[in-house]
C-alpha cells in the first residue's frame, strides 16, 4: 500500500511539472524563438536579480510587473521584492520606471521617433509615459525633443 502510494504521490508530481514544463515552453516563447527559460539558461553565471535586470532591459516594452519579473527569475514575489530592493537601491516600480525614462531620453533625443512611438516602446500610455517623463526630467516629451534639436543644430 505504501508502495503504491508513493507511486501515485510521484506520478501525480512528475506530470504536474510537465505540464509546468510545457505551459512555460508555450508561453515564454521570445521574437527569436527562444525561451526565457533558455535565455536565463545562458545566464546562468548571474544573480537572480542581475537575471532580472536583464529581463528587464530587454523587455521594456512590455508590460513588466514584480510578480512576471520574480517568475522568471524562480523566486516568491516578496522575496524577489526584497533582493532587488537590496541589490538595487530602488525598487522594482523605480527601477524599471527609470530604465524606461532612460530608454525615451536616448530615442527621443534623435529625433528620428514619434512621441507616441517611444511611449510604446517604453511599455507605456502615452499620456502616462508624458506625466512619467515631465516627472523624472522637469519637461514634456516634446520640450526635450525640441532642445535636443536644438542642440544638436549648435554643434
Sequence with gaps: EK????????????QSFLHLLLRELKQ?????????????????????????REYIKNHLN???????VAHVVYMSRN????????????????????????AARRL???????????????GL???Q???QFKIRFGITPSEFRRQSQIKGRNQ
Design 125 to 127: 500610455k502615452p499620456s
Design 3 to 14: 508502495a503504491l502510494g508513493y507511486r501515485q504521490i510521484a506520478s501525480s508530481s512528475f
Design 79 to 102: 522575496n524577489f521584492m526584497q533582493h532587488f530592493t537590496r541589490e538595487t537601491g530602488q525598487t522594482f516600480h523605480d527601477y524599471v520606471t527609470e530604465k524606461r525614462m532612460q
Design 28 to 52: 515564454e516563447r521570445s521574437v527569436k524563438g527562444e525561451t526565457e527559460f533558455a535565455k536565463i539558461s545562458a545566464a546562468r553565471d548571474l544573480s537572480p536579480i542581475e537575471q532580472a
Design 129 to 131: 509615459f508624458r506625466n
Design 108 to 122: 527621443l533625443s534623435t529625433g528620428h521617433w514619434s512621441i507616441e512611438y517611444v511611449a510604446r516602446f517604453t
Design 62 to 68: 512590455q508590460p513588466l510587473t514584480a510578480s512576471r
